[in-house]
């Protein structure tokens, strides 16, 4: 275990990892996995209860819900969803607020004070309504989900980032790099930008976690992706008109929208701990 | 009676299954009213002592063996219930840094009053009344306004006033002061030395007084040790040490550091490092023997004992007799610098800032640096000193290109570079360059050396290769005295000396004609500090740059600059060769700088200026 980079040893790296992998198998794999198919309906089957309870199915080792559709295909082809918005989210969120956030911690003055009235005007909306008010505008479908996430949550790196900037480009060693003659570009990205990078991947895998739940809500809503593609939050809302007869049919989407989001934010932990100047041991001496 | 005495003191630190010696065969013992100095370069254990005083050891830290007696009763082996009851009221501290030794959330009133309610009112009395009471005590004015203010709106100096004036509140029976004066001016550091000594002969105090300055502890201690890696090396009446140091480290402390009065000399470069707590284990002899001068064969064969050699007077070194043997290298032969005086100008030099207005301050321009002129020649070397805030960084700030002057007139080579625009800059990068003050901040920790020092090679236009790059690397790591692989190496795996040096060849990757060095040795123990002013004037012999030199350490200033500016609240006060600025000071406030050190001569009075003009409460 001596050869492994420092943050790969954290314990809650590895867990994070390890939970976010099995997702990601499931993804990739959903439709050599699922014993399924999601959305063939079996209209003779319908509620079948899972495979240890009595008159249940082996085709559907979860049982099925309302309309006969195998709930574990369904989980599975679902993580395909929560995953690709939760890759795909954060990053572009965490494109658009770390530019914005080194260039207003970078250039200060007007520049600054611009973009932190323009997070301040963002943040005053509150991100649910804000994302569904976009939903109603752009249209169902996974691109616009993914739109709607980083459209509301790029402020949340912009702050954060913005913060961690200011307190870099104090450093003695960004005024040298500009006495060397480094160009503004230069001095962001081979000086400060090493610095925030460690916040800016620990937010990022806070953000996933983050991004699994919007979509989740969009879904439940049905603001999200079509009626034809599994979510864990339709799910959810399939299944409370059956809450008493089949409960499992809740439960097993909640389980698989907690198992993600734990996985991305203790390896957000994680990383915190083990990237985060502040702690770190070489740092201190 | 003794107050604190302590006996075969061993401390170890545990790490694995090792045990590493931090502190070992520690004897001493004070009487009330006595001060003793604790001297040593930073990682000899003079910090451990306090630590290990208020058993407030960091983790993994132990008394291993010895006693530690407070007025009779162990304070190692004592109920934790009693030795609370000590700490703060008979034993008090003075912290270090003023700042941090201040709750930044409570006002003082407020952290005096949990203070006195602590150690105990006399009956009927109000906390209030005795605060004021303790305040005019260390002549802290207008104690009353004093009581509503938070530590971030005073001063340094008067945030460590109060700290003394709760320090003493209790009358305590002991006391430590962790270089109480380090991170404070000269002129403070004189007028908080003398407070701490009124006070302590006041109350027949006794006091243990660390320090790194081996000449400030001569002047208010009456007892001196000298520690090396942990284990004391000399002890000794103050002055007898001072005048006649018997152990050669005490010697090279005290030829490693510049003179303020006299005739010039040379210092004495002690080579390398202390050894580290990992190596000490494996030092068969002497401590010591590796940089010492004198070392003989038989010095690595046994630990020397603490043997006597004058009434009261102790070293750990065989050959004691030697030491007087030990003199300071020659100075350099004096140069002359005759060739263009006025390399680089400034006529009239002013940045004012915008404060905020208000009706009562209708002209709310506050001048950091106002109206200085100023020359540089080539070679020359030119000091500036003065307190914090008298502008001396402002102005380097000015002259680098960092800010821009908003009066006033610069000229480099004859070029005006006023303006520092896009071209001006460029042609200020090729000619001068920065060294900045504080290494930790001034190197990227995620960059290696290599790439640190060759930084200048990176920037815009310039494409060197990766090969050329780490060929001047090498080359640059050579004239600062680094080995070759430290190129690999990140600056946290440095020193601090050794990152002050990467700090210094980053400056010379260009060749500029003139570094601007602020404050780049304070903060280093003396030996660093020797190490790298000859490092300096090695490099202007290869080089011939000129420097401007900022530094709050007179006697630095002294052996390093052939011209000196004394700057005071933005303004040149007083100007000229150094060697004449310092043998006849005429303007009050170079006199009252040059008064705030401790004289060389241990026999000389030592009467700092104890003028109160810093401390009206802003």
């Known amino acids: ?285 | 009676m003794t107050i604190l005495a302590a006996r075969n003191l061993c401390v170890d630190s545990f790490g694995g299954n090792e045990s590493f010696p931090v502190l070992s065969d520690l004897n001493f013992t004070l009487v009330p009213g006595m001060i003793l100095g604790l001297v040593g370069e930073s990682g000899a254990g003079k910090s451990m002592i306090g630590r290990t005083i208020s058993q407030f050891l960091p983790s993994g830290f132990a008394v291993t063996k010895g006693t530690l007696e407070f007025a009779g009763e162990d304070l190692v082996a004592m109920a934790s219930e009693r030795r609370r009851n000590l700490l703060g009221r008979d034993i008090a501290f003075i912290p270090q840094e003023p700042l941090s030794g201040l709750n930044p959330v409570l006002t003082v009133g407020q952290q005096m009053r949990e203070h006195l309610l602590r150690i105990g009112l006399a009956p009927g009395e109000h906390w209030r009344q005795r605060a004021l009471a303790e305040f005019e005590a260390v002549h802290l004015p207008h104690g009353a306004a004093l009581l509503g203010k938070y530590p971030h709106q005073l001063s340094g100096g008067m945030c460590q006033r109060i700290l003394i004036a709760m320090a003493f509140a209790s009358r305590p029976r002991l006391l430590i002061a962790d270089e109480p004066t380090t991170a404070l001016d000269v002129t403070i550091q004189a007028r908080i030395v003398k407070l701490i000594a009124e006070m302590q002969k006041r109350d027949g105090t006794a006091v243990i007084f660390i320090t790194h300055d081996l000449r400030l502890a001569s002047q208010i201690s009456d007892e001196i040790m000298v520690l090396y890696a942990g284990r004391p090396a000399e002890r000794g009446p103050a002055k007898q040490l001072f005048s006649a140091p018997a152990h050669p480290y005490t010697r090279c402390l005290q030829l490693a550091n510049p003179t303020i009065s006299g005739e010039r000399r040379g210092l004495y470069i002690l080579p390398e490092r202390m050894p580290g707590l990992r190596v000490l284990k494996d030092i068969t002899g002497c401590r010591f023997a590796s940089r010492c001068p004198n070392a003989v064969a038989a010095c690595t064969e046994a630990e020397p004992p603490l043997a006597e050699i004058a009434p009261d007077h102790i070293a750990a070194c065989i050959r004691t007799e030697k030491t007087p043997e030990i003199v300071p290298p020659p100075l350099a032969p004096a140069r002359n610098v005759e060739t263009a005086k006025n390399y680089l100008q400034g006529e009239k030099l002013t940045k004012a800032y915008t404060v905020a207005w208000s009706p009562f301050n209708r002209n709310p321009k506050f001048r950091a640096v106002n109206g200085v002129d100023f020359t540089l020649g080539e070679g020359e070397f030119v000091g500036i000193v003065g307190e914090s805030g008298s502008g001396k960084s402002s102005l380097a700030r000015l002259v680098v290109g960092l800010d821009t002057a908003t009066e006033g007139r610069l000229t480099l080579a004859g070029r005006d570079i006023t303006a520092n625009g896009s071209s001006e800059k460029a042609y200020r990068r090729d000619h001068i360059q920065m060294v900045f003050q504080d290494p930790q901040s001034a190197l990227n920790p995620r960059r290696q050396v290599g790439s640190i020092v060759t930084q200048a090679n990176e920037a815009s236009g310039l494409h060197a290769s990766k090969r050329e790059r780490m060929d001047r690397a090498a080359e640059l790591l050579a004239e600062i005295g680094l080995p070759p692989d430290a190129a690999m190496r990140f600056p946290s795996q440095l020193s601090g000396g050794q990152k002050q040096r990467v700090n210094i060849a980053r400056a010379l990757c260009s060749v500029p004609r003139i570094l601007v060095a602020d404050e780049i040795v304070s903060g280093l123990d003396v030996s660093v500090q020797a190490q790298l002013l000859d490092l300096l004037l090695k490099l202007r012999d290869e080089h011939g740059f000129s420097m401007m030199f900022i530094s709050h350490d007179l006697s630095v200033v002294r052996y390093l600059c052939d011209r000196v500016l004394v700057m005071y609240r933005g303004e040149v006060v007083e100007s000229g060769a150094t060697e004449t600025v310092f043998a006849n000071p005429q303007h009050p406030y170079t006199q009252s700088l040059l008064a705030s050190v401790p004289p060389d001569d241990v026999q000389a009075e030592w009467s700092p200026v104890l003028t109160e003009t810093g401390y009206q409460v802003e």
């Open chain 1, 1 to 285: 275990m001596k050869h492994l980079p420092l943050w790969l040893r954290s314990g809650r790296v590895q867990t994070g990892l390890v939970i976010i992998a099995i997702l990601a198998v499931c993804a990739i794999f959903a439709p050599w996995i699922a014993p399924n198919d999601p959305n063939e309906q079996n209209l003779l089957s319908i509620l079948t209860p899972p495979a240890w309870a009595d008159g249940s199915d082996a085709m559907f080792p979860l049982g099925t819900d309302s309309l006969g559709r195998c709930i574990l295909s369904r989980l599975i082809f679902g993580t395909r969803v929560a995953l690709t918005v939760a890759f795909i989210a954060s990053f572009g969120a965490m494109i658009i607020g770390a530019i914005l956030a080194h260039i207003a911690g970078y250039f200060g003055g007007w520049v600054d004070w611009l973009i932190g009235r323009v997070v301040e005007i963002w943040l005053s909306f509150p991100p649910v309504i804000l994302s569904l008010i976009l939903m109603v505008g752009l249209g169902t479908g996974i691109r616009n989900v993914i739109l709607a996430i980083v459209l509301v949550d790029w402020t949340r790196f912009c702050r954060v980032l913005r913060s961690e900037v200011l307190v870099l480009r104090r450093r003695d060693y960004v005024a040298a790099a500009q006495l060397v003659g480094f160009s503004h570009w230069r001095t962001i990205t081979r000086e400060i930008l090493p610095g925030t990078l460690p916040l800016l991947i620990t937010l990022m895998s806070l953000e996933m976690g983050v991004a699994v739940i919007v979509e989740a809500i969009l879904s439940f809503v049905g603001m999200s992706v079509g009626a034809d593609t599994p979510a864990w939050g339709q799910m959810i809302a399939d299944a409370r008109q059956n809450i008493y007869e089949a409960p499992l049919n809740l439960l097993c989407p909640v389980f698989a929208i907690f198992f993600a989001v734990f996985g991305f934010n203790i390896l957000g932990d994680g990383l915190r701990r083990s990237l985060d100047t502040r702690l770190t041991q070489t740092e201190r001496t």
